[in-house]
């Protein structure tokens, strides 16, 4: 067998996104200890820029060694006890999945499930914190990566604490590519992952946690079933003057977190979280001009992922195959009862850029015409120039 060469990818999927050359290099860097000064110093700088991006003080903010599902697990498997009830947001893949992860720590789920497509209104979440019993959290999806739904989160903070319950948000397709505010919402805990709108690879987990959260963590009545999760364990390897061993941290992997934080920073979060939103309209309104419906038919709908309705006179899965083989493009279909039905095109991080907007609606155009189900050739980048030229 030869070296592995990967082919030219322009990944417009709901992640993997497109990973800046700094990061790779980052990633290419030697390899000190985990608990070389040297590394240290490494950790308490993406801890220190992880705090920026979630936009909060708390200490506990570190890196979950493993992708966004470690995050998840993470956040739920260290709150829920056996026997606690959590109300969780069901409106797509991400929440089915959340609620399935209450239920294997022993929790009893219960969800609020509404159409694929849709957000949860803050005003159900109430009426069920008011008629179920004690609560133990509320977890919700911020960012519904299997539909493009974009979850409201503050107004629901200060019904959890009425109700003492904790807040858990998964910012997984959102940090880094628009506003999440663990502070000012009054999240309790929130993860994320590297390899969306960080572009980075994937393989951590970025997870923040409260004071609120931390003292309901400590007065636990049973020990977190995951030893690898348990943050009391962790926590002693992300303290500054413990460094512990617990597990050997995902050197490179954090190098490249690092690089891509510090471009981050670069960039502004004010800028990124702009260039986000425009060229979301810019493909969108390209996409319309194709003849494709979006799936929240209605804003709020997600910048960092756009998913959009193809009719059944479009072989869906064929023209995927036609962008990945003749024009490199990844853009990604539909999960779950959504499969061949929507595309999920994802502009997140590194991904989001004009020249990509133009790239794929060109392809598609392309490959419209020839299947015949474009007739009017340039109509989506007409449409998409046009959002370009007015919205600077
Ligand atoms: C991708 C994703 C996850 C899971 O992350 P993995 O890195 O695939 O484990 C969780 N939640 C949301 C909203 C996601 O988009």
């Known amino acids: 067998m030869e070296e592995f060469c990967a082919p030219r990818r322009l990944l417009l999927g709901p992640g993997p996104s497109m990973v800046h050359p700094r990061v790779l290099q980052a990633m290419a860097t030697s390899l000190v200890g985990h608990l070389d000064p040297a590394f240290l110093t490494v950790m308490n700088d993406v801890q220190v820029r992880l705090r920026q991006l979630f936009a909060t003080v708390n200490r506990f903010t570190i890196a979950v060694s493993g992708t966004g599902s470690a995050g998840m697990e993470a956040a739920v498997v260290n709150v829920v006890e056996p026997g606690d009830a959590v109300i969780v947001g069901v409106n797509g893949v991400f929440g089915t999945r959340l609620a399935a992860v209450v239920e294997r720590c022993g929790g009893k789920a219960i ?88 572009s980075c690879p994937p393989g951590l987990a970025p997870l923040t946690l409260n004071e609120r959260a931390l003292s309901v963590i400590t007065s636990r009545r049973v020990p977190c079933h995951s030893w690898y999760f348990d943050v009391s364990l962790i926590a002693d390897y992300w303290t500054e003057h413990n460094r512990a061993y617990h597990h050997t941290a995902p050197i490179s992997m954090l190098y490249g977190l690092r690089e891509a934080l510090r471009i981050i920073a670069e960039e502004g979060l004010p800028a990124r979280f702009a260039r ?15 003849g494709l419906d979006p799936l929240p038919p209605a804003d709020p709908r997600l910048p960092t992922l756009l998913c959009v309705t193809v009719p059944p006179s479009i072989d869906e899965g064929a023209v995927r195959s036609q962008l990945l083989e003749r024009f490199g493009i990844e853009i990604g279909g539909g999960l779950g009862h959504l499969k061949g039905k929507v595309w999920r095109i994802g502009l997140m991080g590194e991904s989001s850029t004009e020249a990509n907007v133009l790239t794929l609606l060109n392809a598609l155009e392309e490959i419209g015409i020839q299947n015949g189900w474009v007739s009017v050739p340039g109509m989506a980048l007409q449409a998409a120039a046009y959002i370009y030229s007015v919205g600077r």
Not at 115 to 131: A, F, K, T, V
């Open 111 to 198: 969800r609020i499930e509404v159409p694929w497509g849709q957000i949860i209104e803050p005003q159900m979440i109430e009426e069920r914190l008011r008629r179920s019993g004690p609560v133990k959290a509320v977890a919700l999806v911020h960012a519904e990566t299997s539909t493009g739904a974009w979850q409201p989160i503050e107004p629901i903070s200060a019904m959890c604490r009425t109700h003492d319950a904790l807040l858990i948000v998964d910012a997984v397709t959102s940090l880094g590519g628009l506003p999440v505010e663990v502070d000012q919402w009054g999240i309790d805990v929130c993860y994320s992952a590297t390899q969306k709108c960080l």
């Open 276 to 290: 986000h939103h425009l060229n979301s309209r810019a493909l969108m309104a390209g996409l319309m001009a194709l």
